[in-house]
């Protein structure tokens, strides 16, 4: 390995407290700031305790995750799995080709953009029903209200479970978050267990009354129990969590700058690229690690077969060598946006083209409605240093 690296880079770097604001070594308690040093240094940065590289650069962040024959997924996709194996993968983004294509086609045909173009009508109808909830001119928690519960109800409509039920998916979709909640280890196996019986239950009633949902497709695809209860656990949190997280930083972002709000209020063409911009900005997806199957050189730097590399994307997102000096500003007219907020690759999100329908839908009802949008308290964000989510968002709006 090379020793590249010039100054200590403390573990704290993706663990708790990340998005708090609490990480040692940080300028005033900016993460940002931190990430800009880490970029500064070069494109890879070894992590001594942790075991693993820190890759901080887009282009590098690209690179590792467009060939799995020279970074894999199976060997673990969190710096906490470093040295665990598992019997089975816990979920598809642990597999590589050719698995990961044989049971990510399982499900693709649900997700292609003209389905999720043709649930425009439903969404709409979601958001309204939301939106009919929140007074005008008072403060009000947007996450509870709109960003929390909309993408539970799609998502919960997509895989063909009763969406009254999505309070209880979202305590679900937390506890499969590391460091999402407070949750002791116990409680949070005792719920994951009553998480995936649910599934499984719900997954096998299919068999009997096939629909046009998800679960519907994986009862007819002949899977283990283990294998249902990864994709739905998966397709349950990842079909909300990065959606919905998105969705709140990018209303803070609107909020805290009206003249962005108002720019977009005389201009609904931007939408679209408002969306893309929520996705660069908020990058809910902080890291996923990756592991050199042999010897390579990624950035300048000699790996080692089996080294790990974690790819942030949070930090890639904002790489100034890609998206110059206003990366760090939010900018709803930015074009390009090659943000890999979905990732890159094999493992590109699934669900992007359902996220960009339903950011944009919530835009434009938003837009409707509101000549106004103001911040009305403090942000409340998780600890969870995987990822970037926000419990509480307090947000005013005004016809």
Known sequence: MSEMFHEPLTEAVLTEGFFAGHLPGTVGGDPWEHLARLRAIGPLAWNGSGGYWVVSHHREVQQASTDPTRFCSRQ?????????????????????????????????????????????????????????????????????????????????????VPAQEWEKFYLWSEISIPGATDHTAEERLVIQAEMVGYLLAAVAAKKADAGDDVFSLLAAAGLTDFEIAMFAVQLLTAGNETVRNTMSSGLVALANDPEQWQRLRNDRSLVPLAAEEMLRW??????????????????????????????????????????????????????????????????????????????????????????????????????????????????????
């Open 282 to 399: 908020s990058s809910s997806v902080i890291y996923f690690m990756r592991t050199a199957v042999h010897d390579t050189e990624l950035g300048g730097t000699l790996l080692s077969a089996g080294d790990h590399v974690a790819l942030v994307y949070a930090s890639a997102n904002r790489d100034e060598a890609v998206f110059g000096p206003t990366a760090g500003q939010f900018d709803i007219g930015r074009s390009p946006n090659p943000h890999l907020a979905f990732g890159f690759g094999t493992h590109y999100c699934i669900g992007a083209a359902l996220a960009r329908e339903e950011i944009s839908v919530v835009l434009n009802e938003m837009l409707d409605r509101y000549s106004v949008l103001r911040p009305s308290g403090p942000v409340e964000r998780t600890k969870s240093a995987i990822i970037a989510g926000i419990h509480r968002a307090d947000l005013a709006v005004a016809r």
């Open 76 to 160: 673990g996709i969190l710096t906490f799995e470093i040295g665990h194996t598992y019997p089975s993968p816990p979920t598809m983004m642990h597999t590589d080709p050719p698995d990961h294509t044989r049971y990510r086609g399982l499900v693709a045909p649900a997700f292609r953009p003209s389905a999720m173009r043709a649930l425009q009508p439903r969404l709409e109808a979601h958001v309204r029903r939301l939106l009919d909830s929140i007074p005008n001119d008072q403060a009000v928690d947007i996450v509870h209200h709109l960003t929390m519960p909309f993408p539970l109800l799609v998502i919960c409509e997509l895989l063909g």
